[in-house]
């Protein structure tokens, strides 16, 4: 993964954000900070008030610290019901915003705008067979949709560096998650998920997410356009 912090739906390259104006000036909503949960030395979530969100799963907030001016857009890995937001962080070697607020603590608070994104799943296509192939964080809009959906029936395909980052995989049931770790001997497929999506071509009856960095999406949509599986089924996130 890079970084967070320039995410895009490659199907939706126009959003425009609401703002609200006091005075002339831009007022940012303020969020409680609940908890923060670590998962690796890195990788780590923060969850916040909902303050009364709507959003659906799939979709995006973007997150800073108050007065800071400098927000960056994370998907929401809570579920549409839970009463809380939550986030999947990780730190970026020169990111400002993701090792600040890797040192908030609760009672602390965020400034949050949203929810952003049109990378969502088709309420008319719920009875189809889900693939989700997700790189390293990109995990995080699939376990809010998990949630969201228990009936969807899904694979979780996760592509990872090391087997300590499977982020939370107790949260899906085991028959549905697939590690593919790429730089050491663990998970259950040892490589990237290209090579897996190169031994195991996808159903033409699947719909496919991808998200993650940009060079794993192209790579995979490359791989599922010449193995002829229809184009119009995929849908992108990108994480630069």
């Known amino acids: 993964m890079k970084n967070q912090a320039s995410k895009h739906s490659l199907l939706n390259l126009n959003k425009k954000k609401p703002e609200s104006l006091l005075d002339g000036f831009r007022v940012i909503p303020q969020f409680r900070l609940l908890e923060i949960r670590n998962l690796t030395s890195t990788a780590y979530i923060l969850r916040f008030d909902k303050n009364n969100i709507l959003f659906k799963a799939g979709q995006h907030l973007t997150l800073g610290l108050p007065g800071d001016n400098q927000l960056r857009e994370y998907s929401i890995y809570s579920s549409e019901n839970d009463p809380f937001l939550e986030v999947l962080i990780k730190e970026v070697d020169q990111g400002m915003v993701s090792k600040r607020l890797h040192l908030c603590r609760p009672g602390d608070f965020l400034d ?16 189809k067979k ?13 376990h809010s ?37 790429s730089r050491e001997n663990k998970g259950k497929f040892q490589g990237r998920v290209t090579d897996y999506i190169r031994k195991y071509p996808v159903s033409s009856e699947t719909l496919v997410y991808l998200c993650g960095n940009c060079d794993m999406i192209y790579e995979v949509y490359d791989i599922l356009t010449e193995q002829n599986f229809p184009a119009d089924q995929i849908k992108t996130e990108v994480y630069f």
């Open 112 to 127: 949050a705008e949203g929810p952003f994104g049109f990378f969502t799943l088709n309420g008319e296509m719920l009875h």
């Open 130 to 142: 889900h693939l989700f192939i997700a790189s390293g964080t990109g995990i995080a809009p699939f």
């Open 145 to 181: 949709m998990a949630g969201s959906n228990p009936g969807l029936d899904y694979t979780m395909i996760h592509g990872i560096r090391f087997g300590n980052e499977t982020y939370d995989s107790h949260f899906y049931p085991d028959s549905r998650y697939i590690s593919c770790v």
